[in-house]
């Protein structure tokens, strides 16, 4: 019987995304249910400005959000340090699609996500994406092949359906239609999930 499926965007370059994944993870520790990770780039120029344009308000937006994300951070563990510039990130989210296909994307997706947010990866460098999946035992020619090729239009593809459905933003959790934005409405996902009689796994 096919599971029922929760479809996930996220983006590489986001910090809420980013210390959301654990909890997506445990999504399918706590329920019988399967995850589609799907790549959502963000265009942060489009409703925070360009750097040398943003107002204080804007600034006082981002400045809040970098504080926020890192408390839920520091709850995790994880190491989340503000990014030194403006990054488009396509080519980790087009890599992604790329990992989903060779079979590698857990370690990937983590591996992108744990350097990013050290400042130990650039995700507009194609040489160091390209080294990143090498690193994880991925073919990093066909890696470039398919970024600077098909990748590109398989990234469109992806992000006009999510917007069709309604995604503006990340990380984004897609069940029977109704979307819930950000890690803190999981719960309210978890609450349709049993309203839609999806099996609970007994917790240890």
């Known amino acids: 019987m096919t599971k029922p499926v929760i479809r996930v965007y996220t983006d590489y370059k986001s910090p809420y995304a980013f210390v959301a994944v654990a909890p997506t993870y445990a999504l399918e520790d706590r329920f019988d249910v399967a995850l589609e990770w799907r790549p959502y780039t963000l265009r942060i120029e489009e409703y925070l400005g360009a750097v040398e344009t943003r107002t204080e ?50 370690a990937y997706n983590d591996t992108v996500f ?57 990380p984004m959790f897609v069940f029977d239609g109704e979307l819930f934005w950000g890690g803190d409405r999981i719960d309210l996902l978890c609450e349709l999930l049993r309203e839609h009689g999806v099996a609970e796994r007994a917790r240890a």
């Open 57 to 106: 308000h804007s600034w006082r937006r981002v400045r809040y959000s970098y504080m926020d994300a890192r408390r839920y951070a520091n709850k995790q563990g994880l190491t989340l340090k503000g990014p030194t510039r403006v990054y488009n990130g396509y080519y980790a989210n087009a890599g992604m699609l790329f990992a989903q296909r060779e079979g590698f994307f857990r």
């Open 114 to 170: 744990e350097r990013f947010w050290k400042r130990d990866l650039d995700l507009d460098v194609l040489a160091e994406m390209s080294a990143l999946v090498a690193d994880l035992g991925g073919d990093a020619r066909a890696y470039e092949a398919y970024v600077e090729g098909p990748g590109r239009a398989e990234m469109d593809a992806v992000i006009a359906e999510a917007e069709a459905l309604g995604v503006f933003g990340v």
